[in-house]
Protein backbone atom coordinates (compact mmCIF):
# COMPACT_ATOMS: atom_id res chain seq x y z
CA UNK A 1 0.00 0.00 0.00
CA UNK A 2 1.25 3.78 -0.38
CA UNK A 3 1.60 5.85 2.33
CA UNK A 4 1.26 9.42 1.26
CA UNK A 5 4.47 11.53 1.96
CA UNK A 6 5.23 13.46 5.10
CA UNK A 7 4.73 17.35 4.84
CA UNK A 8 8.81 17.84 5.61
CA UNK A 9 9.36 15.46 3.13
CA UNK A 10 8.20 17.62 0.17
CA UNK A 11 9.18 20.92 2.00
CA UNK A 12 12.96 19.50 2.10
CA UNK A 13 12.96 18.72 -1.73
CA UNK A 14 12.34 22.16 -2.71
CA UNK A 15 15.84 24.56 -2.93
CA UNK A 16 14.79 27.80 -2.14
CA UNK A 17 17.57 29.38 -4.84
CA UNK A 18 15.94 27.40 -7.94
CA UNK A 19 12.42 28.30 -7.58
CA UNK A 20 11.61 31.76 -9.73
CA UNK A 21 9.38 34.53 -9.53
CA UNK A 22 5.62 33.24 -10.83
CA UNK A 23 4.44 36.30 -12.80
CA UNK A 24 2.87 36.87 -16.15
CA UNK A 25 5.48 36.99 -18.69
CA UNK A 26 6.60 40.61 -19.30
CA UNK A 27 7.42 41.19 -22.99
CA UNK A 28 10.07 43.13 -24.55
CA UNK A 29 8.38 43.13 -27.86
CA UNK A 30 8.71 46.85 -29.10
CA UNK A 31 5.36 48.59 -29.59
CA UNK A 32 4.25 49.22 -32.79
CA UNK A 33 4.57 52.66 -34.36
CA UNK A 34 2.07 52.22 -37.44
CA UNK A 35 -0.95 52.37 -36.16
CA UNK A 36 -2.68 56.08 -35.44
CA UNK A 37 -4.26 55.99 -32.40
CA UNK A 38 -4.97 59.96 -32.37
CA UNK A 39 -8.78 59.02 -33.09
CA UNK A 40 -9.11 57.75 -30.03
CA UNK A 41 -7.49 60.82 -27.95
CA UNK A 42 -9.14 63.72 -29.93
CA UNK A 43 -10.96 66.29 -27.98
CA UNK A 44 -14.35 67.29 -29.53
CA UNK A 45 -12.40 70.52 -31.03
CA UNK A 46 -10.02 68.24 -33.09
CA UNK A 47 -12.34 66.28 -33.93
CA UNK A 48 -14.31 68.92 -35.41
CA UNK A 49 -11.19 70.40 -37.15
CA UNK A 50 -10.23 66.90 -38.29
CA UNK A 51 -13.78 66.43 -40.06
CA UNK A 52 -13.65 69.97 -41.51
CA UNK A 53 -10.06 69.14 -42.97
CA UNK A 54 -11.65 66.34 -44.39
CA UNK A 55 -14.07 67.89 -45.96
CA UNK A 56 -12.40 70.39 -47.95
CA UNK A 57 -10.29 67.93 -48.46
CA UNK A 58 -7.36 68.95 -46.92
CA UNK A 59 -6.86 65.75 -45.03
CA UNK A 60 -7.60 62.37 -46.22
CA UNK A 61 -10.04 60.40 -43.97
CA UNK A 62 -8.39 57.80 -41.00
CA UNK A 63 -9.98 54.86 -42.46
CA UNK A 64 -8.93 55.65 -45.83
CA UNK A 65 -5.06 55.99 -44.91
CA UNK A 66 -2.96 52.63 -45.88
CA UNK A 67 0.13 52.16 -43.80
CA UNK A 68 3.04 51.03 -45.77
CA UNK A 69 3.13 47.24 -44.02
CA UNK A 70 5.48 45.84 -46.27
CA UNK A 71 9.16 47.46 -47.46
CA UNK A 72 9.74 48.32 -51.13
CA UNK A 73 11.88 45.41 -52.52
CA UNK A 74 8.70 42.89 -50.94
CA UNK A 75 6.22 44.84 -52.89
CA UNK A 76 9.07 44.49 -56.34
CA UNK A 77 9.24 40.85 -55.30
CA UNK A 78 5.42 40.36 -55.10
CA UNK A 79 4.68 42.21 -58.30
CA UNK A 80 6.66 40.30 -60.19
CA UNK A 81 5.18 36.96 -59.07
CA UNK A 82 1.89 38.15 -59.80
CA UNK A 83 2.93 39.68 -63.53
CA UNK A 84 4.58 36.16 -64.31
CA UNK A 85 1.37 34.53 -62.81
CA UNK A 86 -0.39 36.45 -64.90
CA UNK A 87 1.60 36.18 -67.80
CA UNK A 88 1.94 32.32 -67.73
CA UNK A 89 -2.49 32.37 -67.09
CA UNK A 90 -2.62 34.14 -70.09
CA UNK A 91 -0.29 32.30 -72.66
CA UNK A 92 -2.04 29.16 -71.40
CA UNK A 93 -5.45 30.79 -72.54
CA UNK A 94 -4.05 31.76 -75.86
CA UNK A 95 -2.49 28.47 -76.04
CA UNK A 96 -5.50 26.80 -75.95
CA UNK A 97 -7.86 29.01 -77.71
CA UNK A 98 -5.39 28.65 -80.71
CA UNK A 99 -5.53 24.61 -80.35
CA UNK A 100 -9.18 24.41 -80.04
CA UNK A 101 -10.17 26.65 -83.14
CA UNK A 102 -7.21 24.71 -84.93
CA UNK A 103 -8.40 21.59 -83.80
CA UNK A 104 -11.76 21.09 -83.56
CA UNK A 105 -12.01 17.10 -83.29
CA UNK A 106 -10.08 17.85 -80.31
CA UNK A 107 -12.19 19.37 -77.82
CA UNK A 108 -14.00 17.32 -75.40
CA UNK A 109 -17.52 16.55 -75.72
CA UNK A 110 -20.16 17.73 -73.51
CA UNK A 111 -23.59 16.44 -73.17
CA UNK A 112 -25.63 17.61 -70.63
CA UNK A 113 -28.82 15.66 -70.40
CA UNK A 114 -31.84 17.64 -68.29
CA UNK A 115 -34.71 15.90 -67.32
CA UNK A 116 -37.94 17.16 -66.09
CA UNK A 117 -40.48 15.44 -64.69
Known amino acids: MLVP ?10 DPTKLKARQFSKSTAPVSKKADNSLWTETPAERQQRLADEVSGKKRRAVDTKVDEEPSDE ?3 RRMDEEG ?7 YTVTTIFIISC ?15
Open 103 to 117: FPDLTPMVSVKTTRP
Open 75 to 77: KKR
Open 5 to 14: PSSSDLLGNL
Open 85 to 91: IRKGVDD
